[in-house]
């Protein structure tokens, strides 16, 4: 049936025109698509995964390049390459283990030239302690032993302001998944204190301007914290009510952090467009 102008379409209601003629179909030719950024990830082990960060940044539209050195991926030599954001895991090992572990010179020569570079960089646990050695600062095992299972964050005042973890700041009331032996003693001097832990040990940093380091684990789940559990054999009653506690968290945690991996990825689409990628 053919409808001339001015004449009411058939079968559709007369107000559903009316939002048609006042919104019209976006010309898709003339739209600029919102843009993914690469992100590349520094695996350091098998057990350390991206977890639950892998989901919602490729919810949020991420491209994701795993690099696994300890299985014979090369680092790339003198900065990020065609990255628009970097993410450094957690791991057992320490982070000046170069005997055991000989890329991480090379990892920490890598967040080196992102905090130059201005790149969007988060080191989780172990990769927050690589961004503190590799921009002058020191890490040592923290002297009271252990720290496990979901702990606040404390956040400063002034971190409601932060340009990645503000949100989380402002919500309060949030807590993290801790599973570590190592702490950050000595902040570089670059280093901006955004959160501690009790006690006071350095929670989250900003080195530079868009360089995080977390010292818990926000993309771990009770699955993989219990893989970390069973591999070094710990399984006293200490252990088993931290790993009940995550497992009772996890819908907070994820409510808590998955905002944080969106603003992760929004930050590097903001600089792939800066940088006209």
Same mark, same amino acid.
């Given at each position: 049936?053919? %409808?001339?102008?001015?004449?009411?379409?058939?079968?559709?209601?007369?107000?559903? =025109?009316? =939002?048609? !003629? !006042?919104?019209? !179909?976006?010309?898709?030719?003339?739209?600029?698509?919102? #843009?993914?950024?690469? =992100?590349? *990830?520094?695996?350091?082990?098998?057990?350390?995964?991206?977890?639950?960060?892998?989901?919602?940044?490729?919810?949020?539209?991420?491209?994701?390049? *795993?690099?696994?050195?300890?299985?014979?991926? #090369?680092?790339?030599?003198?900065?990020?390459?065609? !990255?628009?954001?970097?993410? *450094?895991?957690?791991?057992?090992?320490?982070?000046?283990?170069?005997?055991?572990?000989?890329?991480?010179?090379?990892?920490?020569?890598?967040?080196?030239?992102? %905090?130059?570079?201005?790149?969007?960089?988060?080191?989780?646990?172990?990769?927050?302690?690589?961004?503190?050695?590799?921009?002058?600062?020191? %890490?040592? #095992?923290?002297?009271?032993?252990?720290?496990?299972?979901?702990? #606040?964050?404390?956040?400063?005042?002034?971190?409601?302001?932060?340009?990645?973890?503000?949100?989380?700041?402002?919500?309060?009331?949030?807590?993290?998944?801790?599973?570590?032996?190592?702490?950050? %003693?000595?902040?570089?001097?670059?280093?901006?204190?955004?959160a501690t832990a009790p006690g006071g040990v350095p929670q989250v940093i900003r080195v530079g301007e868009a360089a995080w380091g977390v010292q818990f684990h926000p993309e771990a789940d009770e699955r993989i914290v219990t893989d970390w559990a069973r591999s070094e054999?710990? *399984?006293?009653?200490?252990?088993?009510?931290? =790993?009940?506690?995550?497992?009772?968290?996890?819908?907070?945690?994820?409510?808590?952090?998955?905002?944080?991996?969106?603003?992760?990825?929004?930050?590097?689409?903001?600089?792939?467009?800066?940088?006209?990628?």
């Amino acid at each position: 049936m053919t %409808v001339r102008p001015g004449e009411p379409e058939p079968g559709v209601p007369d107000d559903r =025109l009316r =939002l048609r !003629a !006042a919104h019209p !179909a976006p010309d898709w030719a003339t739209v600029t698509p919102h #843009p993914r950024p690469h =992100l590349m *990830v520094i695996q350091h082990e098998d057990g350390c995964p991206l977890g639950l960060f892998d989901g919602w940044l490729r919810a949020a539209g991420a491209r994701i390049t *795993v690099v696994r050195p300890y299985a014979g991926d #090369p680092l790339p030599a003198g900065g990020s390459g065609s !990255a628009d954001g970097l993410i *450094v895991l957690g791991g057992s090992m320490s982070a000046t283990d170069d005997d055991r572990c000989p890329w991480l010179p090379a990892t920490r020569e890598l967040l080196r030239a992102a %905090v130059g570079e201005g790149l969007p960089t988060l080191g989780i646990c172990l990769g927050h302690q690589l961004l503190t050695v590799a921009c002058g600062g020191r %890490v040592e #095992p923290n002297p009271a032993g252990k720290q496990m299972g979901v702990v #606040p964050v404390g956040y400063t005042a002034s971190a409601g302001a932060e340009h990645l973890f503000g949100a989380s700041a402002r919500q309060g009331g949030v807590g993290a998944v801790h599973w570590n032996d190592d702490i950050a %003693v000595t902040l570089p001097a670059a280093a901006t204190l955004v959160a501690t832990a009790p006690g006071g040990v350095p929670q989250v940093i900003r080195v530079g301007e868009a360089a995080w380091g977390v010292q818990f684990h926000p993309e771990a789940d009770e699955r993989i914290v219990t893989d970390w559990a069973r591999s070094e054999g710990l *399984v006293t009653t200490v252990e088993q009510a931290a =790993l009940a506690g995550i497992a009772a968290a996890a819908a907070d945690l994820a409510a808590a952090w998955r905002p944080v991996a969106i603003r992760f990825a929004d930050i590097a689409a903001d600089r792939r467009t800066a940088t006209g990628r």
